[in-house]
């Protein structure tokens, strides 16, 4: 066998013929063009063919991009390392085209997908594309046979991503060629095989093919760390177990989508190197991740069980004989926060303690304290990613996540600078994804767990208005413009609407405020907003006694009654 790398520039009619028997490795990842990038392709072909407006045979070529392949100088069989989404797409477009044509224009299509078998010769039909075995059946049935495609466009059923990819791709392919004439769409059929070209890399072996698929990769195209860590991985175990192992790594991928999937990467990449990204994360999980010397441990022992638990933790869905719904609560608050630091930590607690539902109650009630403690007093990226690094170092240790010195438990000075960010001018100094997870957090808390939060919409907003009218009720209540100013913006002056902010409505005084705006037909689903509803009046001493009780509640929850300034400590008290 020749260990020649060889790149040729081929039409499309060469690429669809006897030449190429393609097939997808089941180490690839799944088919994953949405009609974004379908329509993309279709646009530039149709918009290249009728700028020129000549004869087809007289047009430029047209390059579609390259593809990487495993493949002898002889043998026609071909393992698809890279191309898999424009190959997969070009069989979709021409079976589209093939369906809403002449028959005898259909069957010269039809010799680009498949070549028919001979009962006389004794030779079956012979796919120019075989996708990975997950597909195979979906995609010859639906695509490449026939009479698939009328079916493929009036099929209603779930399917997997991959799949529902390849049928969405297929209608918006029938609607825009329904648009062209039956001329129009022989032209491009004629042009896509004759005048689009590929770059066509064949390398005889997984490694060469892998050098260059990274290579490709490094310059943007359309591949994924997560795929070339497939390759990799999968490429290194036996012969005997690949397919299993392929099986294993596509059910994972497949049950958390191929977006949470890459980055379930990027939480174990952090668990090993406990730090923000230095290099590439492929760079970084071949240098930090030392169980990929051993592919099977790592998918046994690594990937599936994060996989699990990060499914489990991003859908708040434990599951346990005890305390499951204590722990989904928290994960349900966690989930809400604007950053993801906390993840990793997670995961890497999941992995070990999982069996044990208390510990796991108190993990996740602690880590909800944490995280939000950082969110109100409002730590960097880089101290954040500091703190849950240490977290992880001391699960991976096995130390005491609850002694006083743990990076899982707020200090008293961390307690001390929450409690006085919550008794402080929270909406101001909060930005508005913060500020409404804390609103909520504290709502959720009064209402005793009874509260469920599934609105399109949950705005902040103030009761005593910031820029109070003149002569208004307001002016009566609040007449000091320090008080304004000391109660405005803090949280007992603060409430919760299912709708957006109205500027104008947002100055009415108390009693229209209360009715129109605050409530729909006097009842509101905000325990904090009901509060409001309750008073007759607003004033100073009313805020005054709101926000003191609602302060004992986050200090009561998050156990912040620790708390002592280190100027307390210096001064001895």
């Given at each position: 066998?020749?260990?020649?790398?060889?790149?040729?520039?081929?039409?499309?009619?060469?690429?669809?013929?006897?030449?190429?028997?393609?097939r997808?490795?089941?180490?690839?990842?799944?088919y994953?063009?949405?009609?974004?990038?379908?329509?993309?392709?279709?646009?530039?072909?149709?918009?290249?063919?009728?700028?020129?407006?000549?004869?087809?045979?007289?047009?430029?070529?047209?390059?579609?991009?390259?593809?990487?392949?495993?493949?002898?100088?002889?043998?026609?069989?071909?393992?698809?390392?890279d191309?898999?989404?424009?190959?997969?797409?070009?069989?979709?477009?021409?079976?589209?085209?093939?369906?809403?044509?002449?028959?005898?224009?259909?069957?010269?299509?039809?010799s680009?997908?498949?070549?028919?078998?001979?009962?006389?010769?004794g030779?079956?039909?012979?796919?120019?594309?075989?996708?990975?075995?997950?597909?195979?059946?979906?995609?010859q049935?639906?695509?490449?046979?026939?009479?698939g495609?009328?079916?493929l466009?009036?099929?209603?059923?779930?399917?997997?991503?991959?799949?529902?990819?390849?049928?969405?791709?297929?209608?918006?392919?029938?609607?825009?060629?329904?648009?062209?004439?039956?001329?129009?769409?022989?032209?491009?059929?004629?042009?896509?095989?004759?005048?689009?070209?590929?770059?066509?890399?064949?390398?005889?072996?997984?490694?060469?093919?892998?050098?260059i698929?990274?290579?490709?990769?490094?310059?943007?195209?359309?591949?994924?760390?997560?795929?070339?860590?497939?390759?990799q991985?999968?490429?290194?175990?036996?012969?005997?177990?690949k397919?299993?192992?392929?099986?294993?790594?596509?059910?994972?991928?497949?049950?958390?989508?191929?977006?949470?999937?890459?980055?379930?990467?990027?939480?174990i990449?952090?668990?090993?190197r406990?730090?923000?990204?230095?290099?590439?994360?492929?760079?970084?999980?071949?240098?930090?991740?030392?169980?990929?010397?051993?592919?099977?441990?790592?998918?046994?022992?690594?990937?599936?069980?994060?996989?699990?638990?990060?499914?489990?933790?991003?859908?708040?869905?434990?599951?346990?004989?005890?305390?499951a719904e204590?722990?989904?609560?928290?994960?349900?608050?966690?989930?809400?926060?604007?950053?993801?630091?906390?993840?990793?930590?997670?995961?890497?607690?999941?992995?070990?303690?999982?069996?044990?539902?208390?510990?796991?109650?108190?993990?996740?009630?602690?880590?909800?304290?944490?995280?939000?403690?950082?969110?109100?007093?409002?730590?960097?990226?880089?101290?954040?990613?500091?703190?849950?690094?240490?977290?992880?170092?001391?699960?991976?240790?096995?130390?005491?996540?609850?002694?006083?010195?743990?990076?899982?438990?707020?200090?008293?000075?961390?307690?001390?600078?929450?409690?006085?960010?919550?008794?402080?001018?929270?909406?101001?100094?909060?930005?508005?994804?913060?500020?409404?997870?804390?609103?909520?957090?504290?709502?959720?808390?009064?209402?005793e767990g009874?509260?469920?939060?599934?609105?399109?919409?949950?705005?902040?907003?103030?009761?005593?208005?910031?820029?109070p009218?003149?002569n208004?009720?307001?002016?009566?209540?609040?007449?000091?413009?320090?008080?304004?100013?000391?109660?405005?913006?803090?949280?007992?002056?603060?409430?919760?609407?299912?709708?957006?902010?109205?500027?104008?409505?947002?100055?009415?005084?108390?009693?229209?405020?209360?009715?129109?705006?605050?409530?729909?037909?006097?009842?509101?689903?905000?325990?904090?907003?009901?509060?409001?509803?309750?008073?007759?009046?607003?004033?100073?001493?009313?805020?005054?006694?709101?926000?003191?009780?609602?302060?004992?509640?986050?200090?009561?929850?998050?156990?912040?009654?620790?708390?002592?300034?280190?100027?307390?400590?210096?001064i001895?008290?």
């Open positions: 066998m020749s260990k020649t790398l060889v790149a040729h520039e081929q039409s499309l009619a060469k690429i669809f013929s006897d030449d190429y028997v393609f997808i490795p089941g180490y690839q990842r799944p994953s063009w949405t009609t974004e990038q379908a329509r993309e392709l279709f646009d530039d072909l149709t918009g290249f063919m009728q700028s020129d407006g000549g004869a087809v045979d007289e047009m430029p070529p047209y390059f579609l991009g390259s593809i990487v392949l495993i493949k002898s100088e002889a043998n026609p069989s071909s393992d698809v390392v191309g898999q989404q424009r190959l997969t797409t070009l069989t979709i477009l021409l079976a589209a085209i093939r369906a809403c044509v002449a028959p005898d224009r259909a069957t010269e299509l039809t680009l997908i498949y070549e028919k078998g001979s009962a006389i010769h030779t079956k039909d012979r796919f120019r594309l075989t996708l990975r075995d997950r597909d195979c059946d979906f995609f049935r639906y695509v490449q046979r026939e009479k495609f009328a079916e466009l009036d099929l209603k059923d779930t399917l997997p991503d991959s799949q529902s990819n390849i049928r969405a791709n297929a209608h918006l392919f029938h609607t825009r060629l329904d648009k062209l004439t039956e001329d129009d769409r022989i032209r491009l059929a004629q042009f896509i095989v004759t005048r689009c070209y590929l770059v066509v890399v064949a390398t005889p072996d997984l490694d060469s093919a892998y050098r698929f990274s290579v490709l990769n490094s310059r943007g195209l359309d591949l994924s760390a997560t795929d070339i860590l497939k390759a991985i999968i490429g290194s175990i036996p012969d005997m177990q397919a299993a192992y392929t099986a294993k790594w596509e059910d994972a991928e497949d049950d958390l989508g191929r977006t949470t999937f890459g980055d379930l990467f990027s939480h990449r952090m668990i090993y406990k730090s923000k990204p230095k290099a590439t994360l492929l760079k970084e999980f071949n240098d930090h991740v030392t169980e990929l010397k051993n592919p099977v441990r790592f998918i046994d022992d690594i990937l599936l069980p994060m996989a699990r638990s990060y499914e489990e933790v991003l859908d708040a869905a434990y599951e346990s004989t005890a305390h204590e722990v989904n609560e928290s994960l349900r608050w966690l989930n809400r926060l604007e950053f993801t630091d906390w993840v990793p930590p997670s995961l890497a607690f999941m992995v070990r303690f999982r069996q044990q539902p208390d510990i796991v109650r108190r993990y996740f009630r602690d880590l909800e304290r944490l995280a939000y403690g950082m969110l109100i007093s409002k730590f960097g990226i880089n101290e954040r990613i500091d703190r849950f690094s240490r977290l992880t170092d001391h699960l991976e240790l096995g130390s005491d996540l609850w002694n006083d010195e743990s990076p899982l438990q707020l200090t008293p000075n961390e307690q001390h600078a929450v409690y006085s960010a919550l008794d402080g001018p929270i909406y101001s100094t909060l930005a508005a994804r913060a500020r409404s997870a804390v609103l909520l957090r504290l709502d959720a808390l009064l209402s009874g509260a469920t939060y599934e609105y399109d919409t949950i705005t902040v907003e103030h009761v005593l208005p910031q820029t009218p003149p208004s009720t307001w002016l009566e209540w609040f007449p000091d413009p320090k008080d304004r100013i000391t109660w405005v913006h803090r949280v007992g002056n603060l409430a919760l609407l299912t709708r957006r902010k109205n500027s104008a409505a947002s100055n009415y005084d108390f009693a229209t405020k209360k009715r129109a705006y605050f409530s729909r037909n006097g009842i509101s689903p905000f325990v904090i907003t009901t509060q409001v509803l309750d008073k007759v009046e607003w004033t100073p001493a009313i805020v005054e006694q709101r926000q003191n009780e609602l302060l004992a509640v986050f200090e009561s929850h998050w156990r912040l009654h620790d708390r002592k300034s280190l100027l307390d400590e210096l001895g008290l």
